[in-house]
């Protein structure tokens, strides 16, 4: 059947669920769509606000057996699959909000995989507009690694798979074990000859809240740990990027280059030339922390 089933992982999201479900409620698209929420083991009640929006589907994690060989989340994302409905499956996060077009954008053109841009939004104080334009360049990064044909990365919140393709790889279970599962889907995708698009025209239709310093430390240390991991190419990348970062000046090139990928996304160029500095304090931070801080994410160390 044709449409949209959006399916969203959560795990103590309580302060997020309303303003995620009343943005997704809102959506004008003449593509019918569902949204299936998954309850991660979560222990702040945030389960019983799905409750009071009845066209949303609630599944929780503890009714179904877990795969051992994947992750929390992975386990979350299968379980929502094999109750969607519809032609495409969306994934996307509980801590995010949507522009009331987000799902008419995501519908063109027609691929096997689309992904688009995610915005941090607000971003006011100095370490938040740090992590909306490092978003913002991770985007940038992702968009022209798909043009070239790379194994690259994708944004997990706000990507568009079509079901026929995501069972033919074997979800989850097929993907295996992954701290960025996201990426492992898109390369798999990739060597299955899957018709890969990233929106690029893309004025911003999905927003995310900054983080607390804590945990956009582990946000970035499971970045640079899953990209090792899951591609040699990515790997490859982090490495001659660390070195660009500790040089500073190469940093600047690379900046310099990817400013036509940013202004054909719309993406602010404003304090981009910022970068090659913050990337230089970051560095610096994440070499020794990829040895010494044990990753944690959602409450669970990985």
């Not at 096997?112 to 740090?130: M, Q, S």
């Not at 890969?196 to 970035?220: E, G, H, R, W, Y």
Request: charged share 25%; net charge positive; hydrophobic share 45%.
């Amino acid at each position: 059947m044709s449409g949209f089933s959006v399916i969203i992982p959560f795990k103590n999201e309580k302060e997020n669920l309303g303003e995620l479900l009343n943005s997704l409620l809102s959506q004008k698209t003449k593509t019918p769509f569902e949204i299936i929420l998954i309850d991660d083991f979560s222990d702040d009640g945030g389960s019983e606000i799905v409750k009071k929006y009845q066209k949303v589907k609630l599944f929780y994690r503890k009714d179904f057996p877990d795969n051992p060989n994947i992750s929390s989340k992975q386990n979350a994302l299968d379980i929502g699959v094999s109750h969607a409905k519809y032609e495409y499956l969306v994934f996307t996060d509980a801590d995010m909000i949507f522009d009331e077009n987000w799902l008419e954008n995501a519908a063109e053109p027609p691929a096997d995989f689309v992904f688009g841009r995610t915005e941090i939004y607000p971003a006011k104080t100095p370490f938040e507009i740090l992590q909306k334009i490092q978003l913002d360049f991770l985007f940038a990064v992702s968009f022209l690694f798909n043009k070239l044909g790379f194994d690259g990365s994708a944004m997990g919140n706000n990507l568009v798979i079509s079901k026929k393709l995501y069972e033919k790889i074997g979800g989850q279970q097929g993907i295996g074990f992954s701290l960025v599962e996201d990426k492992k889907l898109l390369s798999i995708a990739r060597k299955n000859g899957a018709k890969i698009f990233c929106t690029d025209n893309f004025s911003a239709f999905a927003f995310t809240k900054p983080v607390s310093a804590q945990k956009f430390l582990m946000q970035m240390l499971r970045w640079v740990k899953g990209g090792f991991v899951e591609s040699k190419t990515l790997a490859a990348s982090l490495v001659i990027f660390a070195i660009s970062n500790l040089l500073i000046l190469p940093s600047f090139l690379i900046i310099l280059f990817l400013i036509p990928v940013y202004l054909r996304n719309k993406i602010s160029l404003k304090f981009v030339f910022l970068l090659p500095f913050v990337f230089f304090v970051e560095t610096l931070i994440l070499l020794p922390s990829l040895f010494f801080v044990k990753l944690k994410w959602k409450e669970r160390k990985i």
